[in-house]
T-cell receptor
Framework: EAQVTQNPRYLITVTGKKLTVTCSQNMNHEYMSWYRQDPGLGLRQIYYSMNVEVTDKGDVPEGYKVSRKEKRNFPLILESPSPNQTSLYFC?????????????FGPGTRLTVL | AQSVTQLGSHVSVSEGALVLLRCNYSSSVPPYLFWYVQYPNQGLQLLLK??????LVKGINGFEAEFKKSETSFHLTKPSAHMSDAAEYFC????????????FGSGTQLTVLP
């Protein structure tokens, strides 16, 4: 089944404890991105990747890192999480990095930073 | 800069009634427009998209939207609401040549009353 998977789905952690949220897609998509969803703000893009080893900042990149060593994986790293990073995170992918391509979303990771 | 405004963070309709969710965009160049739906505890799913072909776009589950350049609008409609339509709906915009792809509106929560 074609899908985007994220792990973990739920995570509660404490301030400053490094964490990684994994994202994997099995559709051979070139483009991958991370969003955070906050009430009343919709989804905001954190980072995106147009292909392997090509990443760039989105609208809210502060406090996050990403890497794209393989085409299928795009982990999101929080080196020193803070409470303002408590949010619902979505990974998404699309076949190409074009404006009309449909993005496919993972199920989300709900992160709470205490 | 491009932006999307969704009028009404919460909309309630009776089962069988018309669904109308409003979306207006701001752009100096021709946009591509999308509607996504998010069911509880799930990721986003594409309902429909406008990519400069026909201005009236039909999507899944009986939804459609009309691109009106003069009004800078892309409102989502469905003639008859069903209980299963209860979800959060997001309008999004992208532009040709934009590697960042989607900019999302803040979302509209649709409640369907029996």
């Amino acid at each position: 089944e074609a899908q985007v998977t994220q792990n973990p789905r739920y995570l509660i952690t404490v301030t400053g404890k490094k964490l990684t949220v994994t994202c994997s897609q099995n559709m051979n998509h070139e483009y991958m991105s991370w969003y955070r969803q906050d009430p009343g703000l919709g989804l905001r893009q954190i980072y995106y990747s147009m292909n392997v080893e090509v990443t760039d900042k989105g609208d809210v990149p502060e406090g996050y890192k990403v890497s794209r060593k393989e085409k299928r994986n795009f982990p999101l790293i929080l080196e020193s999480p803070s409470p303002n990073q408590t949010s619902l995170y979505f990974c998404a992918s699309s076949l190409r990095a074009t404006s009309t391509d449909t993005q496919y979303f993972g199920p989300g990771t709900r992160l709470t930073v205490l | 800069a491009q932006s999307v405004t969704q009028l009404g963070s919460h909309v309630s309709v009776s089962e069988g009634a018309l669904v109308l969710l409003r979306c207006n965009y701001s752009s100096s160049v021709p946009p591509y427009l999308f509607w996504y739906v998010q069911y509880p505890n799930q990721g986003l799913q594409l309902l429909l998209k406008y990519t400069s072909a026909a201005t009236l776009v039909k999507g899944i589950n009986g939804f459609e939207a009309e691109f009106k350049k003069s009004e800078t609008s892309f409102h989502l409609t469905k003639p008859s609401a069903h209980m299963s339509d209860a979800a959060e709906y997001f309008c999004a915009v992208s532009f040709s040549g934009s590697a960042r792809q989607l900019t999302f509106g803040s979302g509209t929560q649709l409640t369907v009353l029996p």
